[in-house]
């Protein structure tokens, strides 16, 4: 049995709210402090989700030595901002997706984890979720025979407001940072960095992307279509086809999902996939278990692999903006 742990929250919006029911399921998850950008908004939150301290500054927090560890839920454009200042005070960073703006941002952030040896993990939540473990295991089970084929979806309207936090360029905006990123960590995490990458995409009046093609080809020739858009309900699922049948996550892909397989036979069989909660509690639990172990990142998901998803986000991005020059 591992050690209780003091969270806090900086940040008091919409994710923060899942990742704190999340935590409920956790005991040794103490739901101890809450920032927000307003005293009144981290008070109103801190009470909604049985928090016991709440600050009207970051600042504050990070300064409070009961906190051991920050999941950080900001917009896009200040994760490095907020990850560098948590890492500065000596706290344990869970910091959402995107990592970062860019590259040279992640590389900054994983130096400083080093040179402080204070834990540093991206919440992607999907990479500790049971459906998505059971997926990769299946695929290198030979369930499917050769994985041949990756087909993953991620959009949903979202009427256009260049006010709004997904359009706004200035906040990390657009379809590939923001939704992308599932697909892209699904091609990754099943097949390992591609090898190429073509790119087509749609802009918004911002400029930021709206509906964004990617095709990856990977080491051992496996491809990856992905697709990501602000302007159609896309199918939201992830199938994987190989040279016996497919196995297919179905929507949401990447939340706790259904876990099905196709043998070629014309029948899917639903693979058994036990989940608890609303999912964000086995990211929690990853960091906990790392910090009990001493570590300072994780081996399921290293600094590494982050490194290479951001590089990678940024070549997408760039050739998305190229394509709609």
Same mark, same amino acid.
């Given at each position: 049995?591992?050690?209780?742990?003091?969270?806090?929250?900086?940040?008091?919006?919409?994710? &923060? $709210?899942?990742? /704190? /029911? @999340?935590?409920?399921?956790?005991?040794?998850?103490?739901?101890?402090?809450?920032?927000?950008?307003?005293?009144?908004? &981290?008070?109103?939150? @801190?009470? /909604?989700?049985?928090?016991?301290?709440?600050?009207?500054?970051?600042? /504050?927090?990070?300064?409070?030595?009961?906190?051991?560890?920050?999941?950080?839920?900001?917009?896009?454009?200040?994760?490095?901002?907020?990850?560098?200042?948590?890492?500065? &005070?000596?706290?344990?960073?869970?910091?959402?997706?995107?990592?970062?703006?860019?590259?040279?941002?992640?590389?900054?952030?994983?130096?400083?984890?080093?040179?402080?040896?204070?834990?540093?993990?991206?919440?992607?939540?999907?990479?500790?979720?049971?459906?998505?473990?059971?997926f990769k295991s299946q695929a290198k089970e030979n369930a499917i025979g050769r994985p041949l084929l990756l087909q993953c979806n991620f959009g949903f309207i979202s009427p256009f407001d260049p006010?709004?936090?997904?359009? $706004?360029? &200035?906040?990390?905006?657009?379809?590939?940072?923001?939704?992308?990123?599932?697909?892209?960590?699904?091609?990754?995490?099943?097949?390992?960095?591609?090898?190429?990458?073509?790119?087509?995409?749609?802009?918004?009046?911002?400029?930021?992307?709206?509906?964004?093609?990617?095709?990856?080809?990977?080491?051992?020739?496996?491809?990856?279509?992905?697709?990501?858009?602000?302007?159609?309900?896309?199918? %939201?699922?992830?199938?994987?086809?190989?040279?016996?049948?497919?196995?297919?996550?179905?929507?949401?892909?990447?939340?706790?999902?259904?876990?099905?397989?196709?043998? $070629? %036979?014309?029948?899917?069989?639903?693979?058994?996939?036990?989940?608890? @909660? %609303?999912?964000?509690?086995?990211?929690?639990?990853?960091?906990?278990?790392?910090?009990?172990? @001493?570590?300072?990142?994780?081996?399921?998901?290293?600094?590494?692999?982050?490194?290479?998803?951001?590089?990678?986000?940024?070549?997408?991005?760039?050739?998305?903006?190229?394509?709609?020059?």
């Amino acid at each position: 049995m591992g050690k209780n742990y003091s969270w806090g929250l900086l940040g008091a919006g919409h994710i &923060a $709210n899942k990742f /704190a /029911a @999340g935590l409920q399921e956790l005991p040794s998850a103490k739901r101890y402090a809450v920032a927000a950008r307003s005293l009144d908004r &981290a008070e109103a939150f @801190g009470a /909604a989700h049985g928090f016991e301290k709440a600050y009207g500054s970051y600042e /504050a927090m990070l300064a409070d030595p009961q906190v051991d560890i920050v999941y950080i839920s900001t917009t896009n454009n200040l994760h490095f901002e907020h990850a560098m200042m948590c890492l500065e &005070a000596g706290k344990a960073v869970l910091c959402e997706k995107p990592f970062a703006s860019d590259l040279k941002q992640v590389e900054k952030m994983v130096a400083k984890a080093q040179e402080k040896q204070v834990f540093l993990m991206e919440a992607l939540w999907s990479r500790f979720l049971p459906s998505m473990i059971q997926f990769k295991s299946q695929a290198k089970e030979n369930a499917i025979g050769r994985p041949l084929l990756l087909q993953c979806n991620f959009g949903f309207i979202s009427p256009f407001d260049p006010q709004k936090r997904i359009y $706004n360029p &200035a906040l990390g905006g657009g379809s590939v940072p923001d939704i992308g990123i599932y697909p892209i960590f699904t091609a990754m995490y099943l097949f390992g960095r591609p090898t190429e990458i073509s790119v087509t995409s749609t802009p918004t009046p911002t400029g930021t992307d709206w509906t964004t093609a990617i095709l990856f080809k990977h080491k051992e020739k496996e491809i990856s279509m992905l697709t990501s858009s602000f302007e159609a309900n896309l199918d %939201n699922e992830a199938r994987l086809y190989g040279d016996r049948g497919y196995l297919k996550l179905h929507t949401m892909f990447h939340m706790p999902t259904k876990l099905s397989v196709n043998r $070629n %036979n014309g029948w899917e069989e639903e693979i058994p996939v036990f989940s608890t @909660g %609303n999912g964000y509690s086995y990211e929690a639990a990853e960091v906990m278990d790392c910090l009990d172990s @001493g570590l300072i990142e994780s081996p399921a998901l290293p600094h590494a692999f982050s490194l290479e998803l951001m590089e990678v986000l940024n070549e997408v991005s760039r050739k998305a903006e190229e394509s709609y020059r």
